[in-house]
């Protein structure tokens, strides 16, 4: 449950710090930013309306002796006829994204960053759709403390 929690957590976090950024593709139509935990809601991969989007989703985790931690997989797209423009799109989005997760540090005042911060934007763009990831662990409640961090049942 505490990868649930995370996402959550960090599409607050993301929907708080985009909430006044947008994305002018090159035709001049500009468009909010949507954040989605898990999957799209309800709409199909090339729907125009879709894009500019990021999905947000917890994708893995790992015990170890001392610490717990949480890997999710943010996924940025943007839409754009022009490829240029596209790929600078998905980079600057991605990029926003990345200063967010590393100024913040610690999400929802529960989860700690674990660097390093992976990224990478999609080499082969699925036109008009371009796109990146980051890849991002958190430290999650490990079990010795769940007695300490109550927070942890919510």
């Not at 989605?36 to 999905?55: N, W």
């Not at 943007?78 to 999400?107: C, F, H, K, P």
């Amino acid at each position: 449950m505490t990868a649930v929690m995370l996402a959550k957590a960090l599409k607050a976090l993301l929907d708080e710090k985009l909430a006044a950024y947008t994305y002018t593709d090159s035709s001049g139509k500009t468009r909010n930013i949507t954040t989605y935990t898990y999957y799209l809601d309800d709409k199909q991969p090339g729907s125009e309306e879709v894009a500019p989007y990021i999905v947000i989703r917890p994708v893995s985790g790992e015990d170890d002796v001392e610490n717990s931690t949480a890997k999710c997989i943010i996924v940025a797209c943007v839409r754009d006829e022009v490829a240029e423009a596209g790929y600078l799109g998905a980079v600057n989005l991605i990029e926003r994204i990345r200063q967010i997760l590393l100024t913040t540090g610690t999400v929802g005042k529960k989860f700690p960053l674990k660097k390093p911060l992976k990224w990478s934007i999609d080499n082969e763009p699925n036109r008009p759709y371009y796109s990146g990831y980051i890849e991002v662990d958190y430290y999650v409640g490990h079990l010795d403390d769940f007695q300490q961090m109550p927070f942890l049942y919510e």
